[in-house]
Nanobody
Framework: QVQLVESGGGLVQAGGSLTLSCAASGSIIGLQSMAWYRQVPGNQRELVAR???????IYADSVKGRFTISRDVAKNTAVLQMNSLKPEDTAVYYC??????????WGQGTQVTVSS
């Protein structure tokens, strides 16, 4: 089992920045990837950004150039730096990891609200 603790999030004005952090513990040897997803009520959860291994990254088109995901492999943490935030970025953000068997685990979610 993998446990995830998220921090960050909150309320920010459009154009502002926020940083989300995720710390993994438990069966964390050989984690394949760490990622952030987001979900708006009534919509499916969508991938925001993923880091595979230590450095390969994938971003949703809607956040490219504004968000940056990074991972500290030694500390088993992932950080999502969100800049130039827009009201449409408002959502609950979830940390996701895939263990060495590619099983997925989820954090409890953290609210990000961007006011216009």
């Amino acid at each position: 089992q993998v446990q995830l603790v998220e921090s960050g999030g909150g309320l920010v004005q459009a154009g502002g920045s926020l940083t989300l952090s995720c710390a993994a513990s438990g069966s964390i040897i050989g984690l394949q990837s760490m990622a952030w997803y987001r979900q708006v009520p009534g919509n499916q959860r969508e991938l925001v950004a993923r880091v595979i291994g230590g450095s390969a990254t994938i971003y949703a088109d809607s956040v490219k150039g504004r968000f940056t995901i990074s991972r500290d492999v030694a500390k088993n943490t992932a950080v999502l730096q969100m800049n130039s935030l827009k009201p449409e970025d408002t959502a609950v953000y979830y940390c996701n990891v895939q263990d060495r068997f590619w099983r997925a685990y989820w954090g409890q979610g953290t609210q990000v609200t961007v006011s216009s």
